[in-house]
């Protein structure tokens, strides 16, 4: 049971957006930590999406956009395309833990 | 540009030890805190460790701690996991990850491939 929470899977047709959450609690997100989303590609190393809730590194489009509010986060994709059906993680820290944490991870399917 | 190799991993008996290493190349390794984070297969990502830059700080997971150790030789830009006691449930890739640090918050901005390590008799 990941300390984070996010739904198993979303799906969508290629041009819709989709919208993955992220779930916290007082002691991470809601403690005021930020949150950070990270693609992983079928059988590849995960890849920074989205850090400090919103921004978004380098070469990653802006289709693609982050938010926060309170115990939650959410992950926006829109126009979606083939190629991002893949698994996604939201990361925070939690104080009560003393570490680093993930949520369980969503697999998008593009239909 | 920034990479993250992995190696070390294999098949390995309960309760048996293994090292995991990591070359890093392209940045300034003595500068950067490292971590460790590694994925059961068809799981989700589950943080293992972290050595700050120098290695004088260094954290676990519960799930882990006082089995693996972390640590790292900035002269060699290599950082390292040693598992011992080794159970099934640490089948897992591991992966090793640069940190970046804002203020209190921690993300991964570069990870390697990944070695993974099968626990099994």
């Known amino acids: 049971q990941s300390v984070l929470t996010q739904p198993p899977s979303v799906s969508g047709a290629p041009g819709q957006r989709v919208s993955i959450s992220c779930t916290g609690s007082?002691?991470?997100?809601?403690?005021?930590?930020?949150v950070h989303w990270y693609q992983q590609l079928p059988g590849r190393a995960p890849k920074l999406l989205i850090y400090?809730?919103?921004y978004r590194p380098s070469g990653v489009p802006d289709r693609i956009s982050g938010s926060k509010s309170g115990t939650s986060a959410s992950l926006a994709i829109t126009g979606l395309q083939a190629e991002d059906e893949a698994g996604y993680y939201c990361?925070?820290?939690?104080?009560?833990?003393?570490?680093?944490?993930f949520g369980g991870g969503t697999k998008l399917t593009v239909l | 540009q920034v990479q993250l190799v992995e190696s070390g991993g294999g098949v390995v008996q309960p309760g048996r030890s293994l090292r995991l290493s990591c070359a890093a190349s392209?940045?300034?390794?003595?500068?950067?805190?490292m971590h460790w984070v590694r994925q059961a297969p068809g799981k989700g990502l589950e943080w293992v460790a972290i050595?700050?830059?120098?290695?004088?700080?260094?954290y676990y997971a519960d799930s882990v701690k006082g089995r693996f150790t972390i640590s790292r030789d900035n002269s060699k830009n290599t950082l390292y996991l040693g598992v011992n006691s080794l159970r099934a449930e640490d089948t897992a890739v591991y992966y090793c990850?640069?940190?970046?640090?804002?203020?209190?918050?921690?993300?991964?901005?570069?990870w390697g491939q990944g070695t993974l390590v099968t626990v099994s008799s």
């Open positions: 007082s002691s991470n997100i809601g403690a005021g930590y930020d």
């Open positions: 990850a640069r940190e970046l640090l804002v203020g209190p918050n921690y993300y991964f901005d570069y």
């Open positions: 990361q925070s820290y939690d104080n009560s833990l003393s570490g680093v944490i």
């Open positions: 400090g809730n919103r």
């Open positions: 392209g940045f300034t390794f003595s500068t950067y805190g």
């Open positions: 050595i700050s830059y120098d290695g004088s700080n260094k």
